[in-house]
């Protein structure tokens, strides 16, 4: 699709699963699962939805998927289904690995940052050559020496090898013309969410702010937030902003609806066109 002047591209890296209970924190089950139904495991489907922009001037990837650095334990641990992959969905569109100039992580779980990295005649090196890759310093800092609490959420060879390659930011700020970050604590401390905007047309990827649109409602927050009212506070004011500024919001894990508009109905968020 256009934003503005820019091309927006959805792409999809496949899906995986989690369990449903982690993905809702304190939300009961008997809610949560009427919008988004569990499997025997109590895993459910969640997407693994990037953005490529292209501005005239750079190839911007946002967010770069699971990757293929996975053995079957972790394959079946998650129910990773790549009928989808970042590399090829890119090719389709005549976008080549090189043809990336920057590469943006919002934080670095290994859903986000899978294809920062892969392996090539025994070694990991950067998957995007000559890309620019961002991230907050104090996220970096924090994926190489996580709490036992979130170990699990961070693998190290899915982004370490592209060390030389990154360039760590200390805060908001624009990454090239038209693309700009902004901090957003609560699932991590240093998360970031990345604004596109070009001729008066906004998106935003929510990265996992907003993991899906059954996320909306201001008290339905992952348990795999380290800071829960943090991600609370920066839903109540960010949410109101979306919709009202009229901006398409990506959601990352959205399995159907990647991207969407946001309406306020009777103080709630809503996805617009459809029912709460």
């Not at 940052?113 to 892969?118: K, S, V």
């Not at 104090?138 to 709490?147: I, M, V």
């Not at 609370?232 to 009202?244: D, I, Q």
Request: hydrophobic share 40%; proline share 6%.
């Amino acid at each position: 699709m256009k934003l503005g002047a820019f091309d927006f591209h959805l792409l999809s890296d496949g899906f995986f699963a989690l369990d449903g209970g982690q993905m809702f924190g304190v939300v009961p089950k008997t809610l949560w699962e009427k919008k988004m139904p569990a499997d025997s495991r109590n895993r459910i489907r969640l997407g693994l939805n990037c953005v490529l922009v292209d501005t005239g001037s750079h190839k911007v990837m946002i967010e770069t998927g699971i990757g293929d650095k996975l053995d079957a334990r972790f394959a079946d641990i998650y129910a990773i289904d790549h009928s989808a992959l970042l590399p090829a969905e890119l090719e389709k569109r005549g976008i080549g690995l090189a043809d990336v100039d920057v590469v943006i992580n919002s934080h670095l779980h290994f859903d986000h940052c899978g294809w920062n990295t892969r392996r090539e005649g025994g070694r990991l090196m950067p998957t995007f050559p000559r890309a620019r890759y961002f991230i907050q310093r104090g996220e970096w800092e924090h994926a190489l020496n996580p709490t036992e609490r979130d170990r699990a959420s961070y693998i190290e060879e899915f982004f370490a090898a592209a060390e030389s390659q990154t360039e760590f930011l200390q805060g908001d700020g624009e990454v090239v013309p038209g693309v700009r970050v902004e901090v957003t604590p609560g699932h991590t401390r240093h998360l970031q969410i990345v604004w596109i905007e070009s001729q008066g047309e906004r998106a935003c990827f929510i990265s996992d702010v907003v993991p899906t649109r059954a996320h909306l409602p201001y008290p339905w927050i992952m348990a795999f937030d380290l800071y829960p009212l943090e991600t609370l506070a920066s839903k109540k004011r960010l949410l109101p902003r979306l919709a009202a500024e009229d901006v398409l919001v990506v959601f990352p894990h959205d399995p159907q609806v990647p991207c969407a508009r946001l309406a306020e109905r009777d103080g709630k968020i809503v996805v617009r066109g459809v029912a709460p």
